[in-house]
């Protein structure tokens, strides 16, 4: 299966720490090898890369650990591939635009061959089912609302266009508009807050460990989800299966 990672900040905040060790995956530290992307909201704005080389290969995997963009919603995957070949147009985030603002889709997991029905004006470049169903739930969230809801209005609609295709196979996902970041666990995804005080943390996968005390103020809030945990010695939350949880603000928010 492929992994994911996302963050949610209320502050623009880089990832570097937390993507030094998940691209350890893509190759090293796992078998993740059929190419990588991560995507960085700027206000209206998305940096999208993405790579058909192993995340622990990519000379642009090897920029983003150096280069602390910096983002509150950030979206990144490492593939392994089930459907489709490993080409560029495969590799996940995934970027559509609809209501005037940009959605960015990774999914972990397999759909099997069932396919819902496209009819509008949202269609997959690759061939893989995870863009497939990001198309799909782009056009039924086009059909659902006439402008941009409100979070809760969307996590209502996202909730029940998730059910449709839970049936069909394993679906863990990421998707986001800059505003916030839903979050759904088909099998397995951890979450984890952190907030002042804030304390130092050992990457799992790489041995490099931070005090977030040197850099951050009392006031930032940061989520960050991933498929396992990326550090040794901070208490990550466990999604239930099934479980669609929305994060704003750099905090979970009730459901």
């Not at 190419?35 to 290969?57: M, N, Y």
């Not at 409100?150 to 998707?175: I, K």
């Not at 807050?193 to 005090?211: Q, V, Y």
């Amino acid at each position: 299966m492929c992994q994911l990672l996302g963050m949610n900040c209320n502050v623009p905040t880089d990832i570097t720490f937390s993507f030094s060790g998940f691209a350890q995956r893509g190759g090293r530290t796992d078998h993740h090898s059929d190419g990588w992307g991560i995507s960085f909201f700027e206000d209206k704005g998305v940096r999208h890369f993405v790579d058909h080389l192993p995340a622990v290969d990519s000379p642009v995997a090897d920029l983003i650990k150096r280069y602390p963009i910096k983002s509150r919603n950030v979206i990144s995957h490492i593939r392994k591939a089930t459907q489709g070949e490993v080409k560029l147009e495969n590799c996940h985030p995934f970027v559509r635009e609809l209501w005037g603002r940009y959605w960015v889709f990774a999914h972990n997991g397999d759909l099997g061959s069932k396919r819902p029905r496209l009819h509008g004006h949202f269609r997959p470049v690759g061939n893989t089912d995870s863009e497939h169903a990001f198309c799909w739930l782009m056009q039924e969230l086009s059909k659902s609302h006439a402008t941009v809801p409100s979070v809760s209005e969307l996590t209502l609609t996202l909730r029940e266009l998730t059910a449709q295709l839970r049936p069909n196979g394993t679906f863990n996902y990421l998707l986001s508009n800059g505003q916030a970041l839903w979050s759904h666990a088909s099998t397995k995804l951890y979450y984890l807050e952190r907030r002042h005080p804030f304390g130092h943390a050992h990457l799992s996968d790489e041995d490099i460990a931070l005090d977030f005390a040197q850099e951050t103020s009392p006031n930032d809030q940061v989520a960050v989800i991933v498929t396992s945990p990326l550090t040794t010695n901070e208490s990550w939350t466990a999604f239930e299966p099934g479980e669609l949880l929305v994060f704003s603000e750099g905090r979970r928010l009730g459901t």
